[in-house]
């Protein structure tokens, strides 16, 4: 199976601790994204980090990429109770355009007030 | 205005029964595609098209017709319905253009089969 996988399966905190949600994959990439997925509702793509960058910042997320250890994580600091939903990896398959996103099995997140 | 819509977003209906799910784009993206989510939150594609044009069928039975009149509209026509069709489907789109994007996602339509 060419599924990503993702650590932890789930994950509670308190609002305004930092979260870390960690994806591995199997096959080379030229890019890897993370989605967030509310209950209910579509993904919404939240950052999308290329082969050649370590790491990459938006707002309150922070993402790495380990090409060598095919891994990536993504941290979300000071979180909010409205961060809570399911985060999910994502890389193309074939290592090229988006055409197959090939997701992972996803985190859900919990963020306690 | 929103970006990928599909309807219906419920639809429940019958073993045997023949439905299908619509989807429009409004960003002009070449590439749709259509994912299903099984009840573990386990997403996989189903269908990819760029500009009309089929690239991406997996494993999918022949019961599942996905049909493209224009880049801005995928939709899914499913035969002869079964349990197992029961999931969230989700509509998505993106452009490449110079370098890999992100996929925009509808809302999904979660089908039940009874």
């Known amino acids: 199976s060419q599924q990503g996988e993702e650590d932890p399966q789930a994950l509670s905190i308190q609002e305004g601790e930092n979260a870390t949600m960690n994806c591995s994959y199997k096959?080379?990439?030229?890019?890897l994204q993370w989605y967030r997925q509310n209950s209910g509702r579509g993904l919404v793509h939240l950052i999308l980090?290329?082969?050649n960058e370590r790491e990459k910042h938006s707002g309150r997320l922070r993402v790495t990429l380990d090409t060598s250890k095919k891994s990536s994580s993504l941290l979300i600091t000071a979180s909010r109770a409205a961060d809570t939903a399911s985060y999910f990896c994502?890389?193309?398959w074939g290592g090229g355009a988006t055409n197959k996103l090939i997701f992972g099995t996803g985190t859900l997140l919990a963020v306690q007030p | 205005d929103t970006a990928v819509s599909q309807t219906p977003k419920y639809l429940v209906t019958q073993m045997g029964n023949d439905k299908s799910i619509k989807c429009e784009q409004n960003?002009?993206?070449?590439?749709m595609y259509w994912y299903k989510q099984d009840s573990k939150k386990f997403l996989k594609i189903m269908f990819s098209?760029?500009?009309?044009?089929?690239?991406i069928n997996e494993t999918v039975p022949n019961r599942f017709s996905p049909k493209s009149p224009d880049k801005a509209h995928l939709n899914l026509h499913i035969n002869s319905l079964e349990l197992g069709d029961s999931a969230v489907y989700f509509c998505?789109?993106?452009?490449?253009?110079?370098?890999?994007?992100?996929?925009?996602f509808g809302q999904g339509t979660r089908l039940t089969v009874v």
């Open positions: 994502a890389t193309p």
């Open positions: 096959t080379s990439i030229n890019n």
């Open positions: 960003l002009g993206h070449d590439t």
């Open positions: 098209y760029n500009n009309k044009e089929l690239i």
């Open positions: 980090i290329r082969s």
């Open positions: 998505a789109s993106s452009q490449e253009g110079s370098g890999p994007v992100g996929a925009f």
